[in-house]
Nanobody
Framework: QERLAESGGGLVHADDSLRLSCAGPNDDFNSYAVGWFRQSPGKEREFVAAISWNADTTLYGDFTEGRFSISRLNAEHTVFLQMKNLKPEDTAVYYC??????????????????WGQGTQVTVSS
């Protein structure tokens, strides 16, 4: 079973930047669309961004407002989420997930079959 590993979370101040990484376990990861989701206490898991296997197509949640950027480096089996101008409401556990079937990235959470354990991002005001 695919197991993804997130890293890069932490405690930052409002308007700071942070880059999250998602490492895949093997070459199969390079052929999957990959997405980022986040979840705050008491809320449902929310779509953040996704990228196609070849990085040709990206998709973002409306709230990102140009502040977030997703990219990937298949040579290192890694997908990145660059976040800037962070706000306290961005505080959440951020998860990466892989969709092995979709040609184009999707926000549909049920398409993502492989997940990481999550990394905490906390933004103080």
């Amino acid at each position: 079973q695919e197991r993804l590993a997130e890293s890069g979370g932490g405690l930052v101040h409002a308007d700071d930047s942070l880059r999250l990484s998602c490492a895949g376990p093997n070459d199969d990861f390079n052929s999957y669309a990959v997405g980022w989701f986040r979840q705050s206490p008491g809320k449902e898991r929310e779509f953040v961004a996704a990228i196609s296997w070849n990085a040709d197509t990206t998709l973002y949640g409306d709230f990102t407002e140009g502040r977030f950027s997703i990219s990937r480096l298949n040579a290192e089996h890694t997908v990145f989420l660059q976040m800037k101008n962070l706000k306290p409401e961005d505080t959440a556990v951020y998860y990466c997930a892989a969709d092995p079937h979709s040609i184009t990235p999707t926000s549909a959470i049920e398409k993502y079959l492989y997940w990481g354990q999550g990394t905490q991002v906390t933004v103080s005001s």
